[in-house]
């Protein structure tokens, strides 16, 4: 179980003290710090709501914006993507940003000093919950330039996970959240709003290994793959099944929210590949969700798959490549692997 923290250790503490322990560079530690001053100007822009005009599509009446991916922006998608832009321009840590909502990465500006770092970051995940006053949360991950300062392209991005120096989400609740992965444990912050500052408020959080709750849309179950079905249909068998078990769902589709409850008291988190579209490799990103939610859960003691193999492992091919996730308390997602080998004649 994770320990409840002395609410007076600040992420700015918490930074400076990795960096005297020689687990962080000092430019790593800046880096974060404008990533979390940014995902506090988020928070507060999403906590308005209607009272702050941002609610609703992006683009003009009769013109919607549209991603990359052919999906509608909201108009807080497109906020969010430029305050950590702007957030992140000037610092001189960085030579390049990605984004879930650009086609192609962003150099830092020639006018700016650039550093050795890239930063990928999904500016508003689930953001079809913000209309509705639901979870939505910032995911971010770090990741070192390979050609040291020089300008970076799309190519340089294209490293496996478990290259990643940090990870991170906020999320954006009842209360808003940093939870933060140098490689060195999972850890949560809780934003104080009157001081404006991020409080250490869960070290270490642990995933249970063993756990009786799923989180999937079954509302796709007639397009999933034979070994979802089998493991799926394990689960809601209950008691009665080979689990010998009841198994209870949550779904928020806000993935920064179903993991955080995860992280907080186990489960399984699931987007498999399915048969709507065959081409896409499943609905999340690897770049800007599978890979930096895979660390924090790795850190916390729990596994990230694709149901065929570890997703920190996964070499991108593209920046806006998507991937099947199973994520949480690693026996489950033992069992769920398990069905994949079975069906693929491997075990
Ligand atoms: P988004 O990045 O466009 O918001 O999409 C990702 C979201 C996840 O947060 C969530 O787990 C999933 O999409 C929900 O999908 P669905 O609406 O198919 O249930
Ligand atoms: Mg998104």
Known sequence: MSTQENPRVSLTRYLIEEQRAGRIEADLRQLIAVVARACTSISIA??????????????????????????????????????????????????????EEMDHCQPIPDAYPRGNFLLLFDPLDGSSNIDVNVSVGT????????????????????????????????????????????GHGTHAFTLDREQGAFLLTQRDMRIPADTAEFAVNVSNQ???????????????????GPRGKDFNMRWIASMVADVHRILTRGGIFIYPWDRRDPGKAGKLRLMYEANPMGLLVEQAGGAASTGRERI????????????????????????VERQHAIADGKA
């Open 46 to 99: 999403v906590s308005k709501g209607a009272l702050g005009g941002v609610l609703g599509d992006a683009g003009t009446a009769g013109s919607m914006s549209m991603n990359i991916q052919g999906e509608a922006q909201k108009k807080l998608d497109v906020l969010s993507n430029d305050i950590l832009l702007e957030a992140n321009a000037w610092g001189g840590h960085l030579a390049a940003c990605a984004s």
């Open 139 to 182: 995911i971010f991950s770090v990741l070192r330039h390979p050609d040291g300062v020089g300008a970076a392209t799309d190519a340089h991005f294209l490293q496996p996970g478990s290259a990643q120096v940090a990870a991170g989400y906020c999320i954006y609740g009842p209360s808003t959240m940093l939870v933060l992965s140098v």
């Open 222 to 240: 007639r397009h999933w793959e034979p070994p979802m079905q089998a493991y799926v249909e394990e689960l809601l068998a209950g008691k009665e």
């Open 312 to 335: 920190l492992d996964v070499p991108p091919q593209q920046l806006h490549q998507r991937v099947p996730v199973f994520l949480g308390s690693r026996n489950e997602v033992a069992a």
